[in-house]
Every structure is written in C-alpha cells, then in structure tokens.
C-alpha cells in the first residue's frame, strides 16, 4: 500500500514536531530546505532524521517547485517556510517577502494551473490583525503595523483567500506563540528558564505585556485535525494571556529564586508600535473545543514549567 505523502517546506521547528507526528501515522515526509549542506538538528533532536527524505528547494524557483511536486505528488503540503522574526525581518525585508509571499504564491499558481486536489497549509502569525481591545479574532481588521513580516504576513493571508475562489483547497493556520525546546535560546520564555535554571541574572524589554503562548505538541495535534477538513482559515492558539512578570516569576520561583532580584529592564528591547495585549480571544478556544473536540492542555504557569524542565 502506498504510504500517503507529505510535503513540508522548511526545516523548522513546527516542520520537524508535524513530522514525527505523521510519522507516527505510517505517512511519508518529505521536508524541503534552500541548502542541505547543514545538519537538520530539530529532527536529530527527536530522532526521526533518519526517516525522512530531505529535498533541496528554492520556493523562488517555479521550476524546482514543479520538478518536486511531479516527483513525490503529495496529497498535502505544509508551508512552514520562511522569515519568522519581527525584529529580523526589518533587516531581511526582501527576503522575507520572497520566502513567504512569493514561495506561497508560486506554489499557488502551479496548483491552479494542474488543477490539483493537494491540501496547501500556510502558516501565518495573529500579528496580522487589529485586535478588539487586544483579542484576536478573524473578523477582526488588518494591522497597519509597517513591519516588514507582518505586512508580508498579511498579504499571504488575503493570497490564500482570493486562490480559494479557485476551487483549490487552501488553508491560512493563524498561530501565536509556539514554544518547544527547539525555540531559538532568544525567544523570551526560553530566554528566561534558561537565565533562572542557570540561577543568572537577566535583561528584558517591557515585561507588563501579555501574550499567548501554545505548546507545540498540541499545536500539531490540532494541525492534523485541521489537514481532514475542507478549505478554512483556523486560528490555532488557546486564548490564555501570560505576561512577561509572570514568566519571569514562575521561571525564578522553580529555581527557588526572587525574580526581583535577578532582571533587569534594558530599552533596547522594547519595540516600536507594541501592543501591550495580543492574544487570540477565549471565544476561539470555546469553538475548537465545539467543533474540533479539542482543548488546550499545556498552558500558563504549565507551559512555562514544561519549558523549564525541558531545558
């Protein structure tokens, strides 16, 4: 019996925990890179390199894209690709045009033009939207935030939309925070259990923000709910608000430390035009527990602890 196959553009984190859960299912992967001269470590890391297939890919390139998609005919192609950092994409931002619209946009195009039933799933950020008193739903406006990934981010959104008028089955997945142990060492929450389980002390930005975090594993769980449905825009994120004292609180409290006397603030990470609440709406998580029977687990004081213990 033929295995179903599944095309993962980039070898990211999201990417590399998508496929050892498909895996688990008998699937097949294959996980796209613009270079394979590297080492692949998040799929090292849970032990899977081994069974997947590695494809060099320039999603710039239409031909490659098409040469990939008559080679391994996937039924269903996971687009994780990308520039991901706010503050990165500032001074990568043609490049983060090109890998996010101008990759998903080409994928788009060959899709349309062979009338094809293959599932394409872009990943996308809640930084999009102007949020109704910081809650984010999808009838909510666009943001007018001038940075480079969410204006990027934003126009993919609007892309996927207008090809589903195509009859293709397109999905925009709107996500959060994802955090894993596989998180960069300078995303915040990391950043944090790292400094306190080290017993170090710390510099931070604004730290009476709130944003909402989603554990990866459940992330994917949700994801492969979503991959048997039809055509949709999903925001995948539970809607719980964490601030930076929290985390910084409990982070400090599991090394039995005072985190008041281990931070300090330095402005140069503050950012321009932040808000100080950005979190999916609770309404969101009411309705994927209603439609989806599915609920978010890993959250707060409990993702911060799985964090830390992780690390």
Known sequence: MNKKVNLIIG??????????????KNEKIIVTSRTLNKKFTNYEYLKIKKKIIFEKLNTNNKKEIYYILKKYNPKKI????????????????KETFASHYIGTKNFLEILKKEKSDTKFFKANSGYIFSPKKGLITLK?????NSNPYIQTQKEVFKLIKKYRKYKLNVFNLVFMQIESPLRPNDFFIKKICLAAKNKKKIEVGNIN???????????????????????????ISPGKKLSGKEILETAYYLSRLDYKKYFSI????FRKQENKLLASDSKNSLFLKKEYNFKFNIIGKKLIRKMYNSL
């Open 11 to 24: 070898s990211g984190v999201l990417g590399a925990y998508l496929s050892a859960a498909l895996l688990k």
């Open 78 to 93: 996971f687009y994780f690709s990308g520039v991901s950092s706010i503050p990165k994409s500032i001074k990568l931002k």
């Open 140 to 144: 909510c406006k666009y943001s007018t």
């Open 209 to 235: 923000t709130f944003r909402d975090y989603s554990w990866v594993t459940e992330v994917v769980k949700l994801i492969l709910k979503a991959s048997n449905l039809g055509s949709r825009d999903l925001i």
């Open 266 to 269: 330095n402005k140069k990470y």
